[in-house]
C-alpha cells in the first residue's frame, strides 16, 4: 500500500494495518516466541534457535521494534531484547477489538 493510499483509511485501520504487517511472518512470530518464553533474549540466541542469518535476524528485530512490541538495551557488543509488555497488552486490545465488533449475518448467497 503506496502511502499516499493510506489517508482515506482511519487512523485505527491504518496503525492495524500496520501491525499485521509486522506480525504476518513466520520469522517474527518465532523472534517474539522465543523472547516470551525467557526474560530476555541476547540477538544470537534467535541465531541459534532459528536458522536465519544474524543480518535477517536483525532485519526482522528492527521491524518489531517499529512497532514498539520489542525493547532492546545495549550491553557491551551484545543487545538483548525482551517484550514491551505495554505495547504487547494495546496491541492484543487493537486485534480483540477488531474481532469483537458486531458482524451482519446477512446471506452471502446471489
Not at 501491525?19 to 523472547?35: C, D, F, M, S, Y
Not at 536465519?52 to 512497532?67: R, V
Not at 517484550?83 to 452471502?108: D, M, V
Request: aromatic residues 6%; proline residues 1%; contains cysteine.
Amino acid at each position: 500500500m503506496g502511502t499516499t493510499k493510506t489517508q482515506v483509511f482511519t487512523e485505527k485501520q491504518n496503525e492495524l494495518a500496520n501491525i499485521l504487517k509486522v506480525l504476518g511472518h513466520p520469522a517474527r512470530l518465532a523472534i517474539l516466541e522465543q523472547i516470551a518464553k525467557q526474560d530476555k533474549c541476547i540477538c544470537n540466541d534467535f541465531v541459534l534457535e532459528i536458522d536465519l542469518a544474524q543480518a535477517t535476524i536483525s532485519q526482522h528485530l528492527k521491524e518489531l521494534k517499529k512497532i514498539e512490541i520489542i525493547q532492546g538495551t545495549i550491553s557491551g557488543k551484545k543487545m538483548s531484547y525482551c517484550i514491551n509488555k505495554e505495547r504487547w497488552e494495546a496491541i492484543q486490545g487493537i486485534i480483540n477489538q477488531f474481532f469483537k465488533q458486531n458482524i451482519q449475518t446477512n446471506n452471502c448467497s446471489i
